[in-house]
């Protein structure tokens, strides 16, 4: 492996090992107003923002956060159970929350351009087919489903066959992501995740391929307990022979204080910072020898993939979802926990507590528990740290222009903080632009990090 073969890089993994922000959100979440003085007030800040954006493209994002099982890496807010009811209670708030939305624009008189919808969790397949069809029923009502561009769901492999992926393409769905992970048996049962092969192979028949054409993602994770070169190798090649068209490449982050859970996984099996970012590079390698090109930090995009396009012609987007078309500007999250953007004006969470989603929605009232309006620096810095964590490489001209500013005297302190990268050949800073180069890319996020004014120092 070219880059991680020197003494020298083993020196800039123990000078720079960190836990920086994966900056889906700038400024990340923690440092958002939890203080949520008047409910309503907020709501109407919702409605103004939208009529200012009323011309732009959206994604809705709907978060369904039930799991039959616990998997051990996992970070996303789930609620582990084997109780339908607990599904279908949840369901009906969440019709309502789709209902307040639709009487919000009914009322305003704001249509947003839908262009895109994603499924997320949790599991959203937990759901029966009679009760999809009601969220699918309460989409149709402010989303044009038969003219999306992307109309995507995240799905668990132990959990559906061929004829439930053909149910959904049927309800307009367009792409799906696989939640592989890993194929090493060992490794599957350290994480708590059993899931033969032959699961992808059931589902990934010629006629679902034929049906979602340039439209299969896998998830994969490294850094996960029991994973080393030798047998992470052979789970790259097989992630090869299935031919996804997107990859999106995760190191596993552990956050044992909010998912104690965590702490099942045996801690002298998991990679330490070096492995893991050998174990990064060589699927990198690999994939970039076999028709797939980095796409960002963390994400590989088949060179036959629409998204390939817009990767070359700078159009692509980083946000929770991973790397995203270009093709809209704001969320509208919906579901507990889902975050939504209005480009330029704010950030919102709804709650994560089931008790008061309810609460709130039985009140008429959006279910938001924190925020952030952005400010003009916001949006300068957020640029800034999206072009270098997504394409290694800042337009300082075009962040001048579109801002009115003079970069290096308005970010002269962070430059000089960048200067220890460009001597370890890991940045290259020039009049008109900064790129990430060679080893550097490994640790874009924690360069970005330099332009984030809310971690303190």
Known sequence: MKNLDSENFEKIIKRYQSNPFMYVEYPHKRYWNKNLK??????????????????????????????????????CHVEITKDYSRVKRFLNYLYKELDL?????????????????????????????????????????????????????????????????????????????????????????????????????????????????HGINFDIICGLPGQNLNNFEKTVKKIIDFNPDRICLNYMHLSTKFHPHQLRMPKDKIPGEKLRKELFTLATEMLEKNNYARAG??????????????????????????????????????????????????????????DEYEKMLSKNLLPISNFHVM????????????????????????????????????????????????????????????EVINSGTQFANLMASEFDTYIPR
């Open 101 to 213: 939305l639709d009487e919000i624009f009914k009322e305003t008189g704001l249509k947003p351009n839908f262009t895109d919808v994603h499924l997320g969790g949790g599991s959203p397949t937990y759901p029966k087919k009679e009760d999809f069809d009601i969220l699918i029923e309460k989409l149709s009502k402010f989303v044009d489903l038969s003219k999306l561009n992307e109309f995507s769901i995240e799905i668990d492999p132990r959990r559906v066959k061929e004829e439930k992926i053909e149910y959904y393409h049927s309800k307009g769905i367009n792409r799906i992501s696989l939640g592989v992970q890993e194929f090493d048996t060992e490794v599957q049962k350290l994480i708590n995740r059993v899931q033969p092969d032959k699961l992808i192979d059931r589902i990934l028949t010629p006629k679902i391929r034929e049906l979602f054409k």
């Open 38 to 75: 008047n409910e309503i007030d907020l709501k109407n800040y919702f409605i103004e923002s939208l009529k200012k954006h009323n011309d732009k493209k959206y994604l809705l994002y709907v978060h369904i956060p039930h799991c039959h099982t616990q998997c051990l890496y996992c970070t």
């Open 375 to 434: 400010s003009k620096d916001d949006q300068i810095r957020e640029e800034i740290i999206q072009s270098l964590r997504t394409y290694f490489l800042l337009d300082v001209k075009a962040i001048e222009k579109k801002f009115s500013i003079n970069f290096f005297d308005q970010f002269k302190n962070t430059i000089e903080k960048l200067r220890i990268y460009e001597k370890e050949n890991m940045l290259k800073i020039q009049e008109d632009q900064i």
């Open 297 to 354: 930090y963390d994400h590989f995009v088949s060179k036959d993939d629409k998204l390939y396009d817009e990767l070359k012609s700078n159009k692509l987007k980083w946000n929770r979802l991973g790397i995203v078309t270009g093709n809209y500007e704001n969320i509208i999250g919906t579901g507990v926990s889902s975050v939504g953007k209005i480009e330029g004006d704010f950030y919102y969470q709804n709650t994560f507590e089931n």
